[in-house]
């Protein structure tokens, strides 16, 4: 990593479309970025496309050992953090609530919820204690924290409790200079989710085809949440396609 650049951020979920569209964003925007993710493969495809202000970094968000051997890394590797987005996350399957299999239900709060607590945690610990103290953690809600899909009871009951968290984590931080702010993403289109918005399933049962918009305009938001001064918070934030359903929905 470069010495002039002091501000440094983590990306869970870093090697994902929307954690590689923010990435890349953050260091044209001079951060120094390490990006998390439990493909080793994909982190290194991650180093060898941006260079060396990017670490890559194997983790299981939902592993507390591996969250703590993470931030054990930020710190001894980057020396600080000022940035967390708490990006890593999981749909699991669609089914009926009666049909979800306890194993589907853990593993989607398992990774959206109990993952993003505990690299908030390891994150609020570092940003706590080092000096200047104080940063900034950013949590993917989706707009599913603010309202459901048919048939995603666990993806949804996850997302709803990351809001509480970040209430929580905003409230706690004051004290230590830590700012906590949410942005909730609606029908970003990248490669994983295309033929999803294509004939996406709606609460009278029909499938249609929904608008999506470019996942770089998250990575700006994103950007624009990171960039505000330390006396400044988005506390939250709903990025959207313009014509999808999401006002009115069902």
């Known amino acids: 990593m470069t010495a002039e650049r002091t501000r440094v951020a983590l990306v869970t979920g870093g090697a994902g479309a929307i954690g590689h569209a923010v990435v890349g964003r953050l260091l044209r925007d001079g951060w120094t970025v390490v990006a998390a993710g439990r493909e080793a493969r994909r982190l290194a495809a991650l180093e060898a496309e941006f260079g060396s202000d990017l670490l890559g970094v194997r983790a299981d968000v939902a592993d507390p050992a591996s969250v703590a051997e993470l931030f054990a890394a930020v710190r ?6 000022d940035l967390l987005f708490n990006n890593a996350g999981v749909f699991g399957p669609s089914a009926p609530i009666e049909d979800v299999a306890y194993d589907d239900w853990r593993a989607v709060v ?3 919820l109990t993952g993003s607590f505990l690299c908030a945690q390891g994150a609020f610990r570092l940003m706590r204690d080092q000096r200047p103290q104080g940063g900034r953690i950013i949590n993917n809600g989706s707009i599913a924290a ?3 899909r048919p048939r995603t009871a666990p993806y949804t009951a996850a997302k709803h409790a990351v809001s509480g968290l970040t209430k929580a984590l905003a409230l706690e931080g004051r004290r230590y200079a830590i700012a906590c702010g949410q942005i909730d993403i609606g029908n970003a289109a990248t490669d994983a989710t295309a033929s999803a918005f294509a004939a996406l399933l709606q609460p009278d049962g029909r499938r249609v085809p929904e608008p999506t918009f470019d996942v770089a305009h998250v990575a700006e938001a994103v950007a624009y949440m990171a960039g505000l001064p330390p006396d400044a918070n ?3 934030m709903t990025v959207t396609a313009t ?7 069902g």
Request: charged share 25%; net charge positive.
């Open 234 to 236: 988005v506390q939250f």
């Open 243 to 249: 014509a999808m359903p999401f006002v009115g929905r």
């Open 76 to 81: 001894d590797r980057a020396g600080r953090l």
């Open 146 to 148: 603010q309202v459901p």
């Open 110 to 112: 398992d990774i959206n």
